[in-house]
């Protein structure tokens, strides 16, 4: 459509450092693993009448309850380590215990780039976009994403509360209705489903009945942090992938009249 400014984006997140993950790290429950002193007293002896034979059935006792406390500490350990690793595995999920990475964008143009570095920044880069498809909305202006609105404008809006960056308030209605978010964000989830919230609606589902692949091939979503600093290259294929594929999306419902991607997908 002539005049529409449309942009998708994608963020991907990380973990806080350790430190401060091992400060909000709940309280790890060691009742299942108490074990009660060892009572000489309640070591059954029977009709043994030899003080040597009875001091050595206690001896043995003794040892056996040593054997079943250093299992049972072991065992605590272990539960303890799994806690932690539990908590770090979800905490790139959370806004509160994870941080923005990186912050992907396509353009109808095809032009792809992206915002890292320092949080903060990454996060004042993407709110002076969207003040750019504000100012044109009177043009049809976008920025599209999938499931935008259960994940990553939530993430976007409390990492900027946490960091003290600014949040136009034409973002979202914080006065209304929760998830009232400007008519510029545009969730092609939502699109998808058309009222119908149990329809299968993931990335890769949508892509692959569209015909723009989905997901890459191996889905790095759940390392991406690890691939971003060790094969820099792959992780930006990954981001680059997940953010041309709405905009083609787009197309194909008749959103947008783009015609970078002709020569690439196949309708």
């Known amino acids: 459509m002539e005049g529409t400014l449309i942009r998708s984006f994608d963020i991907e997140t990380k973990p806080l450092p350790d430190e401060v993950l091992r400060e909000m790290l709940p309280d790890f429950d060691e009742s299942k693993f ?91 880069s993407f709110w002076d976009i ?27 809006v409390i990492r900027s509360w946490i960091n003290g960056v600014t949040v136009p308030r034409s973002a979202v209605e914080l006065e209304g209705k929760w998830n009232n978010w400007s008519p510029v964000f545009l969730d092609f989830r939502r699109l998808w489903q058309l009222g119908n919230t149990s329809r299968t609606s993931s990335f890769d589902h949508i892509g692959r009945c569209l015909g723009t692949g989905g997901k890459c091939e191996g889905d790095h979503g759940a390392t991406f942090a690890k691939l971003w600093d060790e094969d820099r290259p792959t992780a930006l294929k990954y981001l680059k992938n997940d953010v041309r594929q709405p905009i083609q999306w787009l197309v194909r419902i008749g959103l947008s009249q783009s015609t970078a991607f002709n020569e690439r997908i196949d309708f």
């Not at 040892?63 to 799994?82: C, I, L, P, S, W």
């Not at 979800?90 to 941080?99: D, H, K, R, V």
């Open 34 to 124: 108490q074990v009660t002193e060892f009572n000489p007293s309640s070591v059954k002896t029977g009709n043994i009448k030899d003080p040597a034979k009875k001091e050595a059935k206690i001896e043995e006792a003794r040892k056996q309850h040593e054997a079943q406390m250093e299992d049972m500490g072991n065992a605590m350990e272990r539960a303890r380590q799994e806690h932690w690793e539990s908590f770090k595995s979800s905490a790139a999920l959370n806004p509160e215990t994870g941080q923005i990475l990186v912050v992907g964008f396509c353009t109808e143009n095809d032009e792809f780039s992206y915002a890292d570095g320092d949080e903060a920044s990454i996060l004042r």
């Open 130 to 156: 969207y003040r750019e498809h504000e100012a044109q909305r009177s043009k049809r202006s976008y920025l599209v994403g999938v499931n935008i609105f259960n994940f990553d404008l939530p993430w976007l």
